[in-house]
């Protein structure tokens, strides 16, 4: 699976199929058991440190201390990313007005709505200025004015050449993206545009993303824990260790 530069890339799956896991190990949170991934060129185990300087991410739990403001979030993010000192101020300034929260700027983070968190959360990923974003479902929970207001930021980010990695599980968010792959139980499906496998897989024409998701992973109900310790005993059965 490769992701090219400038690209709004999505990866689809249901509860359980692996997404989180890559998302966690391209960001380095995470090392991978086998195999290989590269991020804008820089292997995610041998050159973890320079793979974290050039991206930004976005969880899909909150990463904010909620007991420091705003400004306080920001200013921790860019000395933890070595800001030159003399560019702090102004790099988190533009980032409040940026995201709309400058007059909120020195409330406690707990204070804040779920769409202000998340566009906060935004901010604080894009401080550094990053080429690749990884995005981890970052609209669950949000309104849809929300969702509209974040991916209208993400669209004027993209018109700078920022590439952008996502998760989701929201099939008009996919839709809208260059190109998607679908995964399930940790195996690569599909990729390619939405139209091309609407065609491909389906074999109808004007078929839905969500019929290619249906038709790839089946319509039963999935259970995420379940799934989860599914793949853990897979996982012993084959030799695996186990580990805390």
């Given amino acids: ?13 249901p509860n359980g199929a692996g997404k989180t896991t890559i998302h966690r190990m391209l960001t380095t ?49 860019a000395v933890l990313y070595r800001i030159r000192p003399h560019w702090i101020s102004s790099r988190v300034h533009e980032a409040l007005v940026w995201t709309e929260l400058a007059d909120d700027a020195d409330r406690r983070v707990r204070t804040f709505s779920g769409g202000m968190k998340r566009r906060l959360e935004l901010a604080r990923a894009l401080l550094h200025r ?6 981890d479902e970052p609209t669950t929970g949000l309104d849809p004015q929300g969702r509209r207001r974040l991916w209208d930021q993400v669209a004027a980010l993209r018109e700078r050449g920022l590439t952008v990695f996502m998760t989701t599980q929201n099939m008009q968010e996919a839709e809208n993206c260059d190109r998607v792959a679908i995964i399930d139980h940790g195996r690569l499906l599909v990729v390619g545009t939405a139209p091309e496998l609407g ?45 805390r």
């Fill in 29 to 77: 949170a995470l090392l991978p058991t086998e195999g290989t991934a590269r991020v804008a060129g820089y292997d995610v185990v041998r050159d973890g440190q320079q793979v974290r300087y050039l991206i930004g991410v976005v969880f899909q739990e909150p990463a904010l201390d909620d007991r420091l403001t705003a400004r306080q979030n920001l200013e921790l993010h």
């Fill in 130 to 135: 990053p080429s690749v974003l990884f995005l």
């Fill in 199 to 243: 065609a491909s897989v389906t074999g109808r024409a004007g078929a839905t993303l969500e019929d290619v998701f249906l038709e790839l992973t089946g319509r039963g109900l999935r259970d995420e824990e379940a799934t989860a310790r599914e793949q853990l005993l897979s996982f012993a059965r084959r030799g695996g260790e186990l580990t």
């Fill in 1 to 13: 699976m490769e992701v090219r530069p400038g690209e709004l890339f999505g990866l689809l799956g």
